[in-house]
């Protein structure tokens, strides 16, 4: 006897539907914890330049408080005197310089205030910037960071002549909707 050939399609169909679902079923002969491997992502190749003259580099991690995101890079102490534009002018102590780059990770306008930076000096005493000493050298109090901006800049720091430094503590804008005022992260220095 012949097979019922009006059936045949639909043997077939169900045939490779059970094929395929058993197949979904037994995996691919890999082991179960074998992720995907990542794609690289890609970076920006930014040229290397001079450090400026009585500056040390600081390579220390990125650190995020906030909607900011910072890297310090620079560091120049021990200054007597700071020359700007249209003034000179003495330190009480003496003047600290740290550079940063301050960067919003938001995807929001967010702000970078540089009164609430503090450097830490190693009897664990905090001192804001020296605003004096910031008009002079032209960097800003307050600056508006639209979302993905970065930024390079000084804070500059007026610490009595002993002080030895020890970090500086950086204040980010909190987040959108988020009232009061973030903790601070510390970079150490020293």
């Not at 992720?35 to 040229?47: D, N, R």
């Not at 003047?95 to 609430?116: H, L, P, Q, T």
Request: aromatic share 6%; proline share 8%; charged share 20%.
């Amino acid at each position: 006897m012949l097979p019922d050939v009006r059936n045949l399609p639909i043997r077939f169909t169900g045939a490779a539907l059970c094929g395929v679902l058993l197949t979904g079923c037994t995996g691919t002969g890999q082991p179960r914890s074998a992720a995907p491997s990542a794609t690289p992502t890609a970076t920006y190749e930014l040229a290397p330049r001079p450090v400026r003259a009585g500056e040390r580099p600081v390579s220390a991690a990125p650190v995020s408080d906030g909607d900011g995101r910072f890297q310090v890079i620079g560091l120049q102490t021990g200054q007597s005197i700071l020359f700007g534009t249209h003034a000179e002018w003495p330190a009480k102590g003496q003047y600290v310089v740290v550079r940063i780059v301050v960067e919003n990770s938001a995807r929001s306008n967010s702000g970078f205030d540089a009164k609430r930076q503090k450097l830490v000096t190693a009897d664990g005493a905090a001192y804001g910037i020296d605003r004096f000493a910031q008009a002079i050298k032209r960097q800003p109090d307050t600056l508006p960071l639209g979302a993905g901006v970065r930024v390079e800049m000084d804070l500059w720091f007026d610490i009595p002549k002993e002080a030895k430094v020890a970090a500086v503590r950086l204040f980010g804008d909190p987040p959108l909707g988020i009232r009061g005022s973030t903790g601070g992260v510390e970079v150490p220095l020293a």
